[in-house]
């Protein structure tokens, strides 16, 4: 029986691992406003939304990439897509802020860098008003397609791990295309790991992790029931990771890793501060994990610790090595 790793020999290999990101790399823009600013506008009346700073950061794969750095991975590279706009440019600026690597991010012109803007309320810290997102609902041009393969295929091998964020919640998807996933499907070297919103069931031969929620709709959508061996098997997944909030993550390994079910239980956490990003965050300590481990359980139990670090803070938070280990190193 192979030796279990301890927490602080887990962290030990993060450094010697390589990263890439691929998906849909999107920007959040915190903006703080002050609702006595709430002034009419002289022109339509319309009450107007006086914002008095602003922080961004890297969302969607960007959060993924943000743990990642966070947790020293050794190197830590996006591949997506930018618009050629304001927003791109902060985008760009906020991944080189938290030494991530943006050379594989493709910029195109008139397509908009998908951004969540966030408002808070600087009288009650509280986002209270709806979000403004900027997002691309037309399908990506073929050109752009297959620039973008072409950029995963030539720089695949340059990575140990390879995390997949496909958060386009719209039909046609975004950057994570059936082309893309064809490509992921081919990659011998890596350690692929995909985390789809909407479109889990249609991933080959790499790890998938979903919510249960998620997981719920892929294996009703592929099977008419759900199931989620059967779901796995359908995908030729080595592994299938649901994770389950508050509970833990139900590990569904095939049958070369132990095959069957398994939930690994969570520790308790009272009060969360903020649940947004918990996914990407576990899927960051996962996947590096499953990497160093090979152990499919001991990945689950520590993006299950990861993860009961970063709810714990405001926003889409990140989890270091020191608070990871807490009293255990």
Known sequence: MSKVM???????????????????????RWCTYDPALALPSSETGIPRIGVVATEVTPGAAGTIANNLAALKAGKVAVL???????????LRGALQARGISSERLLGAPRIPTFTYTKLINSTTGAEDLPRVDFVNTQPLPEALDRALVGILERAAADYDVILVSDQAETSAGGVVTARMREALARIPSALVWVDSRMRAERFRNVVVKP??????AASMRALGRVDYEELRRLMNAPLLVITQGGQGALVV??????????????????????????????????ALTLRVTGDPVAAARFGNRVASVTIMKKGTGTASPEEVCGADC
Do not use: W, Y
């Not at 919510?211 to 719920?216: C, F, G, K, M, V």
């Open 6 to 28: 301890t927490t602080a020999e887990i962290l030990a290999g993060f450094p010697k691992l390589r990263a890439l990101v691929v998906g849909d790399v999107c920007l959040d």
């Open 80 to 90: 997506g897509l930018v618009g050629e706009d304001g927003f791109g440019h902060e």
């Open 211 to 216: 919510n249960q929620q998620e997981a719920e």
């Open 253 to 286: 390994s095939d049958a070369n890793i132990g095959s069957g079910a398994m939930l690994v239980p969570t520790r308790s956490v009272a009060n969360p501060v903020d649940i947004c990003g918990a996914g990407d965050s576990f899927s960051a300590g996962a």
